[in-house]
Every structure is written in structure tokens, then in C-alpha cells.
């Protein structure tokens, strides 16, 4: 019953935060290290996102998050490349061969694109790429790049979400939350970032 008090996730905020400003190089590592695994066992990117800005802030924890999800899928993309090459195409090929022709005219741009857009659960995006056997430099700046946007409002909610329990003693109304600037601006953008996507998807994924 302890862990789903608020008192306790306020505790804990304040714990995580002491050893970030007291030894930010050794948490940053061992964040970077547990996100790249995570990446590997086929992690969803969004917990992620919000645990960086909790923990670090949006700054810091944009580039911690994105720089590791970028390596742990950089990784995964190299062994899924090199042993599951065949059971990717397998699965994969025939509903996304329309991408192939996309991927050839300039890879690392669609790439970008790719990784900018999603609309696909980002443990597969990670694999797709396989079936167009995609540059490894391509690969990991395309997925950097193209993940900041979403990356940075989704850090910014954590960071918020952070904020908002620090300045509270008890649990905040949903009102307070919606009215708190550290939360509707990072849900303000994430919901134009949703509709340029939209309109990007059904330029990029076409027949």
C-alpha cells in the first residue's frame, strides 16, 4: 500500500534528485545503461521519455533519453540485422515493401521521416529497417534526430510531472494540472505534433 501513496512517490522524487545533484555523472551512466538494455528486451520508448524528465529535467533528460534509446536501438537493429534477418522479412516484408522504393531515393532522409512520424509501436520500428538493410550511421543519426521532437514534449510532461509533486504536498486536482504550464504546453504540443504526423503519414505511407 506504501508504493501508491503519494508521500512515497514524493520521497523517492526527492531521493532521486539528491543523487542526480550530487553525482549526476554516475546516475546519468547508469540511466543510459538500464535504457539501452530495456531497448533490447523490446522496451516501450515512452516510460522512458517520462522517467528522464522526472529524474533529470527536460534538457539534460532529452538528450540522456534520446542519445540512449538511439544506441539501444542502434544496437538491436545490428544483431536483428545480422541473426533475425530472415524472420523479419518473413513477417514484415510484403506489408511494408511499398517503403522500399522510399528508402532507396535517399536513405538517411526517409529514415529521419521515418523515425519522426512513427504510427508504428516502436519496439517494430526499431526492427523494420532490417528489410532495407539501412546504413548503421544512417540508422543511428536518422532514429536521433527524427526522435527529439516527440522525445523532448514527452520529457517535458515528466519534468512537469516532477515540478508540479516538488511545489505539493498533497495530490494536485486535475484542474490544477491542466491549469499548471509545466503540464498543458508539453500536451499542447504533443497534440500538434500528433496532427502534423497524421498529415506527414499519409504523404510517407501511401501506396
Sequence with gaps: EEITTYKFIQTNREYLINIKETNTILLSFAFMIFTIIWVLILGF????????GFIFG????ALLAVSSLSI?????????NYFFKDLIKEKFLNKFKNLESKFRENEFTFFLIYRFIGGIPFQIQNLLP??????????????????????????????GISK????????????????????????IGFIFLIFLTIMLKKIFYKN
Design 45 to 52: 520508448g515512452s516510460p522512458i521519455l517520462l522517467a528522464a
Design 58 to 61: 527536460k534538457w539534460l533528460g
Design 72 to 80: 539501444g536501438a542502434t544496437i538491436l537493429y545490428f544483431f536483428a
Design 130 to 159: 532490417v528489410l532495407f538493410n539501412i546504413k548503421i550511421k544512417n540508422y543511428f543519426f536518422g532514429s536521433f534526430l527524427g526522435m527529439i521532437p516527440q522525445g523532448f514534449i514527452v520529457v517535458s510532461l515528466g519534468s
Design 164 to 187: 508540479i509533486i516538488k511545489n505539493n504536498d498533497s495530490i494536485p486536482t486535475i484542474k490544477e494540472l491542466l491549469l499548471s504550464s509545466e503540464i498543458y504546453l508539453p500536451i
